[in-house]
């Protein structure tokens, strides 16, 4: 598993005065504790690609259970493959014409070949394509988004922007890739989200295209669909409940790089829209900081922050910066990450969703507002954990922490 940086970041919603927020939001001396927090496991997806014939890996167990090597770098030759197999051309591509290129192994060929032919995957040189070299978070959103139909030759997107549109279109976010350290179980779980999304132009969904063309069978596609099925509609459940207000305060005390972050304000939630407008500072470990009042927008789109006047706020500092501690997507996400959920179990009106690491719960009323929620996960090099309810004050509901240092959201980066 990677190994995780210092520091040790906490995060909370709770009702009431920012102020207030502050001073019962600052974690008791004996909560300060290191601990080593593992890194996401994303076996789940990786289970389904190969139960659908998608996704091979390094043998079997002593059980006869597949053995994934999820903690390996994912190479440009895997990728390769998982693009010819998504595309449902693994049949065409062994009558591919050879490359010129003379380090490809003899399995690699023919899916290298095909993808060169169709100018979908470059090779490093006129005869080298460094099949073994590490294949980046970029390079790999690059290719599922040719897998999904879109053309970076036609203009829908760009190299440089392949992970600003992955994110728009729900290809990943925030959660389920690590941009600085890319490997097989990022992979793995990339392209598993990317059987739930519809090619462009498409009505159907890649895994469906996939059994329309004969390349997945349309059973085991079954199981498939009805997981998704099932997920979706718990958070179209949870997105339709009456919108509710909250005060937010978030704070980054040490992200391990020198760098430290607060962000309070009123957040109002209003289901598939969010916005809160708070008070953002940052200290930048090159000394750039800054303290100003913003706007931070979650909708269809993703989400987004922006001062309310001009000044001395860096966009491209403090976004970066931003997007390397997920602050943003706790605050403003009203559920787990989609790319963190595996089964979900229902007893009575509480459904209990396995995570990564830990698992989530979530409570609905009579009147299908969610009445308790809880989430304690485990992802990539940070640790979360979240406990809150939901009150109904008149007819408008708003988050309220119980009792306990339990109740905030903790962030943990531990050598």
């Known amino acids: 598993m990677r190994q995780l940086l210092a520091g040790l970041c906490a995060v909370g ?47 079997v167990d002593r059980f006869g259970r597949p053995v994934y090597e999820l903690e390996e770098p994912c190479t440009r030759a895997e990728a390769a493959v998982m693009l010819v197999r998504l595309l449902g051309l693994e049949e065409e591509a062994k009558e591919a014409a050879g490359t010129p290129f003379t ?16 100018g979908m995957i470059r090779g490093a040189s006129y005869d080298k394509f460094e099949p073994e070299s590490p294949c980046t978070a970029q390079m790999y959103t690059a290719l599922m988004l ?18 600003s549109f992955g994110m728009r279109i729900g290809l990943i976010d925030n959660f389920s890739c690590d941009l600085d350290d890319f490997r097989r179980d990022d992979a793995a779980q990339m392209s598993r989200m990317a059987l739930e999304l519809k090619p462009k132009g498409s009505e ?21 669909h009805a997981e998704t099925a099932q997920i979706t509609a718990l958070t179209n459940q949870v997105q339709a409940s009456a919108p509710y207000q909250s005060e937010v305060f978030a704070a980054i005390l040490d992200d391990g790089k020198g760098n ?21 500072s940052i200290a930048l ?46 605050v403003m996400t009203p559920m787990p990450a989609r790319s963190l959920i595996g089964d979900i ?8 969703m396995t995570l990564s690491e830990g698992a989530a719960q979530l409570t609905f009323d009579d009147k299908g507002i969610p ?45």
């Open 285 to 330: 470990n090159g000394g750039h900081s800054v303290s100003q009042q913003v706007i931070v927008l979650r909708d269809s789109s993703g989400i987004s922050i922006s001062p309310w006047t001009a000044g001395d706020y860096r966009d491209d500092q403090v976004a970066a910066f931003l997007r390397d501690v997920n602050i943003l997507s706790l």
């Open 260 to 280: 430290s972050m607060s962000l309070h304000g009123t957040l109002i939630n209003e289901g598939n829209r969010s916005r809160l407008d708070g008070m953002l």
């Open 345 to 352: 179990t229902q007893k009575g009106q509480t459904y209990t």
């Open 13 to 59: 919603l709770l009702t009431g005065s920012a102020g207030a927020v502050v001073s019962e939001m600052t974690p008791p001396p004996a909560e300060v504790v290191e601990e080593n927090t593992p890194t996401a496991d994303y076996t789940a997806s990786a289970d389904v690609l190969y139960e659908l014939g998608l996704f091979q890996g390094a043998g």
């Open 146 to 163: 040719r897998a999904l139909g879109y053309s970076d030759q036609a203009g829908d997107f760009t190299y440089n922007n392949a992970l």
């Open 103 to 118: 380090d490809l192994q003899g399995w690699q060929k023919p899916y290298v070949n095909l993808l060169c032919h169709r």
């Open 371 to 415: 009445a308790i929620s809880s989430l304690y996960m485990t992802l990539h090099d940070v640790m979360y954990s979240v406990s809150t309810e939901t009150v109904k004050t008149t007819d408008v509901p708003a988050f309220s922490l119980p009792s306990g240092y339990s109740s905030y959201i903790k962030i943990s980066n531990t050598p």
């Open 204 to 224: 159907t969904d890649l895994l469906g295209k996939l059994v329309q063309d004969g390349a997945v069978d349309a059973k085991k596609a079954e199981s498939v």
